[in-house]
């Protein structure tokens, strides 16, 4: 975890935008000796975001599974998909 002041990113911006850069870590910026802010790279936040997203669509999913929505196997999906393309060009 990398931890920078406020004074910091103020004086020298460059440095902490390298080293967001660099790591693909989110940098804590204090004020006062407490937790003010949370600075990262735009493709840090893009990649959490995503796999944020994507673990909310497995919860989501789990969560039909559990209260007895239909599931499929990767064969009955497959065999679906056939069909409907063998369908559509015929």
């Known amino acids: 975890m ?3 002041s406020s004074t910091a990113l103020r004086s020298d911006y460059n ?3 390298a080293l967001a850069h660099e790591t693909d870590e989110p940098i804590f910026i204090t004020k006062n000796g407490e937790g003010d802010l949370v600075v990262m790279s ?3 936040y893009v990649g959490m975001t ?3 997203n994507v673990r909310a669509k497995i919860l989501e999913a789990e969560a039909e599974r559990l209260t007895g ?3 499929y196997s990767t064969d009955d999906i497959r065999s679906a ?10």
């Open 2 to 4: 990398v931890i920078k």
């Open 15 to 17: 440095s902490i935008s």
């Open 42 to 44: 735009t493709d840090a």
């Open 50 to 52: 995503r796999a944020l």
């Open 69 to 71: 929505a239909p599931t």
């Open 81 to 90: 998909l056939k069909r409907k393309y063998d369908h559509a060009r015929a």
